[in-house]
């Protein structure tokens, strides 16, 4: 499996969206990464990303995007390869 990271924030129903969708999905853990906490990360997010709202996801190297688009990657077939590596 490969590594999810997700970069967050309070009060964020798409950040909880994300996470319970991706545990009903198999993933056991989210590195998840709270950007109202430190400046460097929201600016690490955005340079990484090209977005300004969270959630940002990322499966191993590959920016997925937020909840909806996270959502519509399963729902085109391409969550599971991407979740195995394959």
């Known amino acids: ?6 970069y967050s924030g309070p009060f964020c129903p798409y ?5 319970q969708f991706l545990k009903s999905q198999g993933v056991t853990e989210i ?3 709270r950007v109202d906490k430190n400046p460097q990360d929201y600016a690490q997010m955005q340079a990484l990303s090209g977005q300004r709202s969270v959630p940002q996801i990322f499966i191993g190297q590959t920016h997925v995007g937020g909840f909806t688009d996270l959502y519509a990657l399963h729902r085109a077939g391409g969550l599971a390869s991407l979740l195995a590596g394959d």
């Open 31 to 33: 590195e998840e990464i």
């Open 1 to 6: 499996m490969q590594p999810v990271k997700m």
């Open 15 to 19: 950040c909880t969206m994300a996470k």
